[in-house]
Nanobody, 121 residues
C-alpha cells in the first residue's frame, strides 16, 4: 500500500528556519508531481509549492524567495526548506503526490498525515 510519511516540523521563532520532509513508501512504479500544502486553523488548505519529476518548481506567492522545495527521486522523498518564517506560516503542512503503483499500475493521489509547524516567540 502506497503511503506518504512526513517528518520534521515543530516550534520555531519568527525569522527562523525549518525543514519538513516526506517519503513515499510501498510498491511504487513512478512518482509524478510532488507538492506541499498547508492548513492554518480555521482556514482552507492552500497550495504552497510543487516540484515535477524533472525538478521544475512552482511556489505560492507569499513563500517565494523564502521556501525551497526539492526532491530525491532515488529516495522517493520531497523536502521543503523554510526560511525567514513568520507567525502567518503557522499551519499543518501536508505533502501530496500523484503516484503510479506497482505492479497494477494504478494512478492515485496521496496525502501525508500532516506535520505541525508553529512559528511563535
Amino acid at each position: 500500500q502506497v503511503q506518504l510519511v512526513e517528518s520534521g516540523g515543530g516550534l520555531v521563532r519568527p525569522g527562523g528556519s525549518m525543514a519538513v520532509s516526506c517519503v513515499a513508501t510501498g510498491s511504487i512504479d513512478r512518482i509524478y508531481d510532488m507538492k506541499w500544502y498547508r492548513q492554518a486553523p480555521g482556514e482552507q488548505r492552500e497550495f504552497v509549492a510543487q516540484i515535477s519529476a524533472i525538478g521544475t518548481t512552482q511556489y505560492e506567492d507569499s513563500v517565494k524567495g523564502r521556501f525551497t522545495i526539492s526532491r530525491d527521486n532515488a529516495k522517493k522523498m520531497v523536502s521543503l526548506r523554510m526560511h525567514n518564517l513568520s507567525p502567518q506560516d503557522t499551519a499543518v503542512y501536508y505533502c501530496n503526490a500523484k503516484i503510479r503503483d506497482s505492479p497494477d499500475g494504478r494512478l492515485g493521489e496521496y496525502w501525508g498525515q500532516g506535520t505541525q509547524v508553529t512559528v511563535s516567540s
